[in-house]
C-alpha cells in the first residue's frame, strides 16, 4: 500500500485546510485509515480515524467539532476538512492505513502502512 498526504500549508489562525490522503496499491475500501501529527519534539499522536466502509469516524477531543474527515472509496482517497485551525494545530500531519484491524484504532503500532507527512503551520 502506498499512501500520498497533500494539502498542508501555512495558514493563519482561524483559517482553514483540507488534507487528502491518496493511496494505491491494495482494496482501498478493505482498510481503515487514520490520520497522524507530530509536532516538534513530542511524539506522534492520533487526530482521526474512518472505518473501510466510512460508516465509523472517531476523532480525538483536540480537534473534535472543528474537522470532519470523509472518503471515497472510488477515488481512493480520504480527506480530512480542517477548520478554526490553532497555533497547536502545527504538525507533520501522516496518514496510515490499518489492514488487519477489525474496529478502527487510534494507536499507532496498529497502522501498516504511512504515507509521508505534509507539514500544517498555524501562525497565531
Known amino acids: 500500500v502506498q499512501l500520498q498526504a497533500s494539502g498542508g500549508g501555512l495558514v493563519q489562525t482561524g483559517g482553514s485546510l483540507k488534507l487528502s490522503c491518496a493511496a494505491s496499491?491494495?482494496?482501498?475500501?478493505?482498510?481503515?485509515i487514520g490520520w497522524f501529527r507530530q509536532a516538534p519534539g513530542k511524539e506522534r499522536e492520533f487526530v482521526v480515524g474512518?472505518?473501510?466502509?466510512?460508516?465509523?469516524?472517531y476523532y480525538t477531543r483536540s480537534v473534535k467539532g472543528r474537522s470532519t474527515i470523509s472518503r471515497d472509496n472510488v477515488e481512493n482517497t480520504v480527506y480530512l476538512q480542517m477548520n478554526s485551525l490553532k497555533p497547536e494545530d502545527t504538525a507533520v500531519y501522516y496518514c496510515?492505513?490499518?489492514?488487519?484491524?477489525?474496529?478502527?484504532?487510534?494507536?499507532?503500532?496498529?497502522?501498516?502502512?504511512w504515507g509521508r507527512g505534509t507539514q500544517v503551520t498555524v501562525s497565531s
Open positions: 496510515a492505513a490499518d489492514l488487519s484491524g477489525a474496529k478502527l484504532a487510534n494507536y499507532r503500532l496498529d497502522y501498516d502502512y
Open positions: 496499491g491494495r482494496t482501498f475500501s478493505n482498510y481503515h
Open positions: 474512518i472505518s473501510k466502509g466510512g460508516d465509523m469516524k
